[in-house]
């Protein structure tokens, strides 16, 4: 079995085409089909079954994919490890962040770690967490900024919680009231996040705990849309304090205890050592907000 084959494999396996991945590869499809071939041969069971106009796996490509994907992650991180150690301070940093944490905190964080670590090319990847957890648990990033989830996040992973976040009623207006009861929001209609976001499941989870369903006006937005709805008075959402810092347009009403309060973290693969230049991040994190001036709502986790 050659680390090439698992390349490939793991391409036709993403793309779900034999003809999309061979371009993406730069090799022909009867190359490409041919390397599928012999690792089919080595593993003694076919990955892939093959039909007009696509690729799909069979049970024994199932088992294989995410292994594949750890080897080849495994593979890049041994690479990159060797390339800081001759000096080659080249290389890409993948990091991943909700959101929320992505509109906030992440542009100053990455401005400091540029300054300091100009040659490194940095991919950031924006998405829920639980999108964030299986591309990290999969080796497709380095570091994520994640919210931990009450039962606790997946054990593959080391977690480092760093920042306590309250959420708050986003309004364009002020709200009569001092604070706002998640009971309230029956009265209110949401802008609401599109499925998958955290913020979503938690708005959704308060109000089920209340008995009720809430009202969307508009639902199916990423985070700037929804600022920008409640911003025209669409309705309101319930977001996390630090977005509203520099939103002039918003007024952000506190819930009323106990409120609903939730983690971020750094997070990695536990079974693959940092390299050098994701070390560098994560300590780059930690001296940012040491320094920082943190929003009303938000606070270090140590």
Known sequence: MQIQHLRYFVTVANLGHFTRAAE????????LSKQIHSL?????????DRA????????????????????????ETARREVQDLVGLRRGRLRLGATPSVATSLVPQVLRRFRAAYPAIDLHVEESGSQDLVGHLTGGELDLALIILPEQGTDPALSAE???RESLVVASSEPLPAGSVRIGDLREQPLVMFRTGY??????LEA???EGFVPPFAVEGGEMDTVLG???????????????IANRPGLRATPLAPPGIRRT??????????LTHAASALRDTVRHHLREATLPPGVSLAV
């Open 52 to 75: 007009r106009g696509g690729a799909t796996l069979t049970p024994a490509g199932a088992v294989l994919l995410p292994i594949a994907r750890r080897i080849l992650a495994d593979v």
């Open 207 to 209: 109000c089920r705990r």
């Open 229 to 243: 709805l409640v911003e025209a008075g669409l309705g309101v959402a319930l977001v996390p304090s630090m977005v």
């Open 24 to 31: 993406s590869l730069g090799v022909t499809q009867p190359t």
């Open 40 to 48: 089919e041969a080595d593993i003694g069971a076919p990955l892939l």
């Open 161 to 163: 919680p760093i920042l």
């Open 198 to 203: 955290d913020l979503r499941d938690a708005t």
């Open 264 to 273: 971020i973290a750094l997070a990695h693969r536990r079974e693959s050592s």
